[in-house]
């Protein structure tokens, strides 16, 4: 099967590499982790350069399970990527890039690859769900994020 792929852009009123500085801060990932979703980070390691590494626990007990992920591809200003190494997906890979659009203002592009796991019968009655999942994870994420750029601004 060939992966799925989800981008969401978001303009955002500061410049990419102001953008690019939060999404750096140590407490960024918690910060874009909507509230009520099961999740926990339990080791945040080496920040968001190439190497760096997040292990988290995602769902509810007794269906709790680890999401390690290394970051690679960091461009300072510009872009890095998230890639599962283990966890819920067949494979996830997940870029942020960070665009200037003119004077005090950027794009920020999420997009992610993915493949769920069980192959045809993982699409078939896993897909839209997950799909629904993933749209309206970013959405509150674009949301905070927007949020507290203006709120510097």
Known sequence: MRPQIFERRLRLPASAAQVFAWHERPECLRDLIPPGDPVRVLEATGGIRDGARVVLEIGIFPFR????????????????RDEQ?????????????????GPGASWLIDRVEYELPFGLLGALFGGWLARQKIEAMFAWRHAKTLQAIAAKG
Not at 65 to 79: C, E, N
Not at 90 to 97: A, F, G, K, N, Y
């Open 65 to 80: 399970m680890k999401w390690i992920a290394l970051h690679s591809a960091y461009v300072a200003g510009h872009r890095f």
């Open 85 to 101: 190494i283990s966890g819920p997906f067949r494979r996830w890979v997940h870029t942020h890039t960070f665009i200037d659009d």
